[in-house]
């Protein structure tokens, strides 16, 4: 499995920017697709996740309300919407995959796209 992400960029408080993580080798069974941050000086942490054949969403309490998960399978790409940004959002982000094995909130993914920055300012 292989993950690219992309999308990432400076932008200001409340503005809304959008993610895509293409998604390649995902030919059998059900994967979990999970985006990550990470921000200096800080563990990397899960933000929201979803199931690639059932596509049930998860996501942290700080993502809640503002951001949306998705993926289109047509497309192979998981995308991560971003709206009402907030400078605590400054981060790198990354997409992660795993097997869905009923586990979701872990930082145990087995494969590991690259990070995109995102950078939020007052």
């Known amino acids: 499995v292989q993950l690219q992400a992309s999308g990432g960029g400076s932008v200001q408080v409340g503005d809304s920017l959008r993610l895509s993580c293409a998604v390649s080798?995902?030919?059998?069974?059900?994967?979990?697709i999970g985006w990550f941050r990470q921000a200096p000086g800080k563990e990397r942490d899960l933000v929201a996740a979803?199931?690639?054949?059932?596509?049930?969403?998860y996501y942290s309490d700080s993502a809640k309300g503002r951001f949306t998960v998705a993926r289109d399978i047509t497309k192979n790409t998981v995308y991560l919407q971003m709206n009402s940004l907030k400078p605590e959002d400054t981060a790198v982000y990354y997409c992660a995959a795993k097997v869905h094995d009923g586990v979701v909130v872990t930082r145990k993914y087995d494969y590991w796209g690259q990070g995109t920055k995102v950078t939020v300012s007052s």
């Open positions: 080798g995902v030919t059998s069974g059900d994967y979990v």
């Open positions: 979803i199931s690639w054949t059932y596509d049930s969403p």
